[in-house]
């Protein structure tokens, strides 16, 4: 069983940075896919950033130079984010999947609320 718990959210103005933390509970955490999603007033959740089990990263095209997602050693997730916009507003969610496919997560955090004023 994979538990995922995330931090790190808050109000901050545009142009402003914000750093994300997930805590995993689970024994094999570096044989899994890691990802951040989020979720808008009104929208869709889309997938923000994955890194693999080897480190390698993928980013949606409107993250991409803004924000970096990271893993350590510690079961721990992060995501770094720059220079933010009043469209990064949403709720975000820590995820954990076997395969690292945007469909193949199955573990989910509770999410945290980034608010991004202009």
């Known amino acids: 069983q994979v538990q995922l718990q995330e931090s790190g959210g808050g109000s901050v103005q545009a142009g402003g940075s914000l750093r994300l933390t997930c805590a995993a509970s689970?024994?094999?955490?570096?044989?899994?896919?890691m990802g951040w999603f989020r979720q808008g007033p009104g929208k869709e959740r889309e997938g923000v950033a994955t890194i693999d089990v080897d480190g390698s990263t993928t980013y949606t095209d409107s993250v991409k130079g803004r924000f970096t997602i990271s893993r350590d050693n510690a079961k721990t997730l992060y995501l770094q984010m720059n220079s933010l916009k009043p469209e990064d507003t949403a709720m975000y969610y820590c995820?954990?999947?076997?395969?690292?496919?945007?469909?193949?997560?199955?573990?989910w955090g509770q999410g945290t609320q980034v608010t991004v004023s202009s």
């Open positions: 995820a954990a999947a076997g395969v690292c496919s945007l469909l193949s997560f199955g573990f």
């Open positions: 689970v024994h094999t955490y570096s044989r899994y896919c």
